[in-house]
């Protein structure tokens, strides 16, 4: 699964690496200038450009993911599975778009490489989200032996109904 995980988010990598490029250097090409503000520079352009190719990115993710990395714990309906997936990668775009709208005005560092460092450093927040909230394990089968539970099957029973709870 996590090889799975790994591939999703490498192609929702170029996706958002594309989107960023496009938007930033033929969309919105006549907008870049910098802004001064109280923390340093701000480039409108790259700022809408990095929070829209994040989204694209997190569609991508979200269909390659529900399609084939989690296909076997898609318990939920799709719309419920895709916003609570959009709600939950909500920590992995603010990271990536805080640190290219960071690295590159601050401190000069090419709006790409500080995309990719973003997006690397988002990735554990996604891989939690991910396999605990949005796709998360489905509860394993009570063992019962005779009349009497195992110990293993009574964890997981009570595991099974703090879950449902």
Avoid: C
Avoid at 40 to 50: D, E, H, R, V
Avoid at 53 to 74: G, K, Y
Avoid at 96 to 112: D, E, R
Wanted: zero cysteines; aromatic letters at 10%; proline letters at 3%.
């Amino acid at each position: 699964m996590l090889a799975k995980f790994l591939i999703a988010g490498a192609v929702s990598y170029v996706v958002n690496q594309i989107a960023l490029i496009l938007l930033y250097e033929v969309v919105f090409a006549d907008m870049r200038h910098s802004t001064d503000t109280l923390f340093g520079k701000l480039n409108p352009a790259l700022l809408i450009s990095s929070i829209i190719a994040v989204e694209i990115a997190i569609v991508a993710r979200f269909l390659i993911n529900d399609a084939w990395t989690f296909r076997d714990r898609r318990d939920a309906p799709f719309v419920r599975r895709f916003v609570t997936s959009n709600v939950s990668s909500f920590g992995s775009p603010l990271i990536s778009i805080a640190v290219v709208n960071i690295l590159t005005p601050i401190f000069g560092v090419n709006y790409l490489v500080a995309n990719t460092i973003g997006v690397a450093l988002g990735f554990g927040w996604n891989y939690v989200w991910s396999t605990k909230v949005v796709w998360k394990d489905k509860p394993t089968e009570i063992i019962a032996v005779g009349n009497e539970q195992t110990a293993e099957s009574k964890q997981q029973t009570a595991k099974a109904e703090e879950q449902s709870v």
